[in-house]
């Protein structure tokens, strides 16, 4: 199923692609959230992120699954899948945007840029700008891209009851960490 949604992601996402375009893939991204408050701390944890680069136009594309965020206690699990992102209804975070730099693949080592774009979670897109690190390894065969973001609740409709205020930060951190590897030219 990730393969068929990862070609979907090239296809949609990237456009057409010339005989030269220089496509890099995960199925493995790590994505984390934390949500510090004042009576728990809450961390999930996702290596479910697929994601495509087309390096020649600059294109990202990224998606992960609501129910593939594990957490600490079960009972957190569900809440966030059922009361929170509604992972039912709303299954899927995408980021689609471009990089505003482009990506310098004959330079092996750490590269900083920003990409920019819409971001899209349980239902409701926003247009962000996000840094990230860069780094093209093994003479532009992988890239890792690195990035810390955060998000607040309230912008994309995540209601969190008044009564669990102390429990849940209105503001996420986001944290993706993915190894991307070439695909084709």
């Known amino acids: ?37 004042p009576v728990e701390d809450i961390e999930a944890v996702s290596t479910e992120g697929i994601s495509v680069i087309n390096a020649d136009n600059g294109t990202i594309s990224f998606k992960v699954k609501m129910r593939s965020f594990q957490f600490e206690k079960g009972l957190m699990q569900e809440h966030f899948n059922e009361n929170y ?37 349980h239902g409701v897109s926003k247009e962000r700008e996000i840094p990230v690190i860069l780094n093209v390894l093994d003479g532009g065969q992988r890239i890792n891209l690195s990035a810390n973001f955060q998000v607040a609740c309230e912008a994309h409709k995540i209601k969190i009851p008044k009564i669990l205020w102390k429990n849940i930060a209105e503001i996420i951190e986001v944290n993706v960490n993915a190894d991307f590897q070439f695909i084709s030219k």
């Open 1 to 37: 199923m990730r393969g068929v949604s990862l070609i979907i992601l090239v296809i949609f996402f990237c456009g057409a692609s010339s005989a030269t375009a220089q496509f890099y893939q995960t199925t493995t991204a790590h994505v984390s959230f934390y949500s510090s408050a």
């Open 85 to 121: 992102v509604e992972s039912e209804i709303y299954p899927h975070a995408t980021f689609k945007g471009e990089f505003l730099e482009k990506i310098d693949l004959q330079i092996t080592g750490s590269q900083e840029n920003t990409i920019k774009g819409t971001f899209t979670v």
